[in-house]
């Protein structure tokens, strides 16, 4: 049934792109027949604007109506090409690039998809290629369409065509074979041919279609600069009249973000615009009433409309309103940071008349939530109010009424999607509650618990675990002198790592949750049972892992341990709330698979089976933190606690391992903003909204459900404290997420699972823009407002710097894993402290 209706979808897709073209041609008075006799006539599908004969048109075509031809006017330019064939001496390549030689271009050809990526990131704007011819018959040398994909991400190639060869047997086969590659952003897709004048027809088309294309959006950009510089209001609906676009004026006077998507018209302007625009008229002249949103009374302005169309209906309807007599109303706005913007900017629907009949009736329910008391409050405010006051009301009672207050939904900004596709790949997959992908995939041989995927001999950080349960409780010598230095930020953490031979938690956590915070008294236990405890809880990381294992859980716990140093917290947290934070740090990944929730759901692991999708890992290393503590006298540390204290250690435990969950990222940061952030100038949100210094206000710990928010922000910082480490801890840390992603890209292409960070394939990811991208818009602002609550500059100044240093190696040109190690002159920082390190047994 679901191929049926997939092949259906397909066929259906098909029809309405050639009924598409059809019609096209019906336009343009062009004569090209059926869409079968269209494909007979070509060597491959014809799937850019132009569909011309084989001879040297570019700009013959005539140009859209509202276009002057002046700016459509591009002149002609040498073609460049760029081949990526694997193979050393292909013959297709050979007669790509001759053709192009004797139509009077220059071709080069590039063997890998990295390389081809360096070429583009490496040349100028001026020398990019006008086309990319791409070798798709070996997918298992170059996947085509993801170079496709890495190719679109990267700057400036919108205007590339891209085509990519296939082998004639697949293109006989399947009649839909250019749909993925269609898909993946190639323009073209093309038979392998060896013709001369087959590549030459193809060129030469191609690079009269580029050239039209980039006319045409080049001149709708300067347009679009224009009205942006006028100081009259301008705007221009769509047919449906949803405002596509508004000029810096149209903002300003009516206090609109520039970057808003298609809003309808009749939120802004009143009747005569709306009449006028669903008139239909050309051009009219008419007064408008327009409201503003930071201000109570809508403005009243002469307007001019018009509506355009290439043919005899509407497409746009563009609006003109004199400024003379706008009262500017300045809105507060700041230098906004996109994703604290995003963080609390639900937008609501639009109102309308039936809401405050909904509203008074609410008011009559016998409900007691105090959610429900502040709609009440708000919609009593506005009985008798104005109506732009009423609008306001409305829009927030409509954001009160969500039930994920908190939660952000990632916005599709077209900006950080074209410019850095690996930072939104990224913080896409760690913020995403969207983690069911629908492609279908039955796993083979289930397991109840999470499987160790990979053997430990595929992984870069290779531990040996034997001798695990034998940990030595005395330690000696350096690694003594080593624990010593336990509680400073620049700790070695990879020479514990190598000192005790990958068994670095149970190590530290003696001597941390052991010695220095005595959390044996807390709990009523004696240290052979922690020890117990810290050692079992150790061998049930991977060591495999290349991130996720048992370092991982000692720098976390590492961390923990340092914040729980300073005075604010030491003020604030009893010690039994001290050792619940530093036992959910020790073992908030146990049994960490390496790979992510949405891998696991994507999988239907019996893990997302058996947690309906949610919160999949926390889930699992929570309770079976609770599973193996349990289990066994000997490891339980709770056995002598209380009924009531051990409900109490439990719930903070498990809380804590829960607010390690990323897609919850800015629910947890907003709350403890809002919280503790307030009193400076204007509201809370306003304090998120603009780059103003907040200002502390500690008077909400005395509640202790904002002692709980402060928990959670502390096993937050310390779960990705890495990047706000000294530089050569952080670099050695991305590294390794780095390499457990890639393995996870890899696990899935093996598998043929839906791919969750297509971008983090090891081949053509840049390391610095992903770690650019995380510091951005995931560490920097949780730091800043952390770092301030527990007073630890070097927190924001250590991300600060490792973003500059990425940043200088992005601009250098840097990008794989392999460039970056290269760069810093040694092939891994890890690798060197290897060699200079004696072990724990030494
Ligand atoms: N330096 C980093 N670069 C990119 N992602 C990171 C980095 N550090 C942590 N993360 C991600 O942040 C996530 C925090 O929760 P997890 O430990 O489950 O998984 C972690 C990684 O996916």
């Known amino acids: 049934m679901n191929m049926l209706a997939g092949e259906e979808a397909s066929i259906e897709l098909v029809q309405r792109w050639l009924q598409r073209r059809d019609s096209d041609d019906t336009d343009t008075g062009s004569s090209s027949g059926s869409p079968g006799a269209r494909a007979g006539r070509r060597s491959s599908l014809a799937l850019t604007p132009e569909d011309e004969p084989l001879v040297d048109v570019a700009n013959r075509s005539p140009p859209p109506a509202h ?29 790509a690039c001759s053709a192009v030689a004797r139509a009077g271009g220059e071709a080069r050809s590039v063997r890998s998809a990295r390389d081809a990526l360096d070429a583009l990131r490496r040349d ?17 040398t170059l996947d085509a369409p993801l170079l496709a994909r890495a190719i679109r991400g990267t700057k400036n190639t919108q205007h590339i065509i891209l085509i990519a060869i ?23 897709v093309m038979v392998e041919t060896l013709s001369a004048t087959a590549w030459c027809a193809e060129v030469l088309q191609c690079r009269a279609a580029g050239a039209s294309a980039r006319a045409q959006v080049a001149a709708v950009a300067a347009l679009a600069a224009a009205v942006d510089r006028c100081r009259d209001l301008v705007a221009v609906t769509d047919d449906q009249q949803r405002i596509l676009l508004a000029n810096k004026s149209w903002c300003r006077v009516l206090g ?40 109570p009374d809508p403005i009243l302005l002469p307007c001019r409309g018009a509506a355009i169309g290439l043919t005899k209906s509407t497409s746009h309807i563009v609006f003109v309103c004199e400024q003379t007599h706008a009262v500017e109303t300045e809105r507060g706005r700041g230098s906004l940071h996109s994703i604290r913007r995003g963080s609390l900017d639900v937008r609501s629907v639009a109102s309308d008349g039936l809401r405050r009949t909904s509203l008074a009736k609410l008011q009559g329910l016998p409900l007691e939530a105090p959610i429900t008391k502040v709609i009440s409050l708000l919609s009593a405010a506005t009985e008798g109010a104005p109506p732009s006051t009423v609008a306001c009301i409305e829009r927030a009672v409509d954001m009160l009424r969500t039930s994920e207050l908190y939660s952000p939904q990632m916005r599709d900004d077209p900006k950080m999607r074209v410019e850095d596709p690996v930072a939104t790949d990224l913080i896409g997959a760690l913020l995403s509650r969207e983690q069911v992908n629908s492609n279908l995939f039955f796993m083979q041989g289930p397991t109840n618990t999470l499987s160790s995927r990979r053997s430990s001999n595929d992984s870069t950080v290779v531990r040996s675990q034997t001798n695990r349960t ?8 350096q690694l003594r002198e080593l624990l010593d230095t336990a509680l400073s930020w620049d700790f070695e953490i990879f020479r514990l790592e190598d000192m005790t031979r990958g068994r670095p938690l149970a190590h530290l956590g003696l001597a941390l949750m052991g010695g220095r915070f005595d959390i044996c008294a807390a709990l009523e236990c004696d240290e052979r049972t922690l020890l117990h405890w810290l050692t079992i809880i150790e061998t049930n990381y991977h060591s495999g892992n290349t991130y996720h294992n048992s370092t991982h859980a000692a720098d976390v716990l590492q961390a923990v341990a340092y914040f729980l140093e300073k005075d604010r917290l030491k003020s604030v947290l009893e010690p039994l709330e001290a050792a619940a934070a530093l036992l959910a740090a020790a073992a908030h990944d146990v049994d960490h698979p390496g790979t992510s929730s949405a891998f696991l759901c994507n999988a ?63 629910e947890h940061l907003a709350k403890f903003v809002n919280v503790f952030y307030a009193k400076s100038s204007g509201s ?16 909400a710990l005395s509640l202790p459900e904002n002692v709980i928010l402060v928990k959670r922000m502390m096993i937050k910082c310390a779960d990705v404290s890495n990047a706000s480490r000294p530089q050569k801890f952080a ?22 699972l839906p791919v969750v960070m297509p971008m983090f394939d090891r081949a053509t990811c840049s390391i610095p823009r992903s770690q650019i991208g995380f510091i951005d818009y995931i560490i920097i602002d949780m730091m800043e407002a952390w770092a301030a609550f527990i007073d630890m500059p070097e927190l924001v100044n250590h991300a600060r710097s490792n973003h500059a240093r990425w940043r200088e190696l992005d601009e250098a040109g840097v990008s794989t894993l392999a460039d970056v190690w290269r760069a810093l002159g040694h092939s891994s920082i890890h690798g060197q402290l290897q060699a200079a390190q004696p072990t724990a047994e030494e």
Request: proline share 6%; hydrophobic share 40%.
């Open 124 to 140: 100028s704007e001026a020398k990019l290629p006008h086309v990319i011819v791409v070798d798709a018959r070996q997918p298992q």
């Open 256 to 295: 609109w973000r520039g970057d808003e998507g298609p809003r309808p018209l009749s939120e802004t302007a009143g009747g005569e615009a709306m009449r006028q625009a669903s008139s239909g008229a050309r051009d009219w002249e008419a007064p408008v009433t327009l409201r503003r949103r930071a201000a």
């Open 684 to 699: 809370k949100e306003d304090n998120m909204h603009t780059d103003e210094p907040l200002a502390l206000d500690t008077t």
């Open 67 to 95: 276009i002057p031809n002046a700016m459509l006017y591009t002149p002609p330019e040498p073609l460049e090409l760029l081949c990526v064939f694997p193979e050393r001496a292909s013959r297709v390549c050979a007669a």
């Open 731 to 752: 670099f050695e840390w991305a590294r390794r997420i780095a390499e457990e992603y890639f393995l996870q890209t890899d696990e899935e292409k093996a598998k043929d």
């Open 166 to 188: 296939v082998k004639k047997s697949a293109y006989l086969k399947d009649d839909f074979v250019v749909l993925p590659y269609l898909d993946a952003g190639f323009n073209r």
């Open 604 to 666: 239907r692991h019996p893990l997302a089976v058996l947690y309906n999708d949610v919160s999949v890992l926390e889930s699992h290393h929570a309770a079976l933190t609770f599973k193996i503590t349990l289990n066994d006298n000997r490891v339980n540390i709770f056995k002598n606690l209380d009924r009531d204290t051990y409900k109490q250690v439990r719930h903070n435990v498990i809380d804590m391992i829960l607010a390690t969950e990323m897609t919850k990222h800015f």
């Open 470 to 477: 034998n940990i030595k409780h005395k330690t000696t010598g």
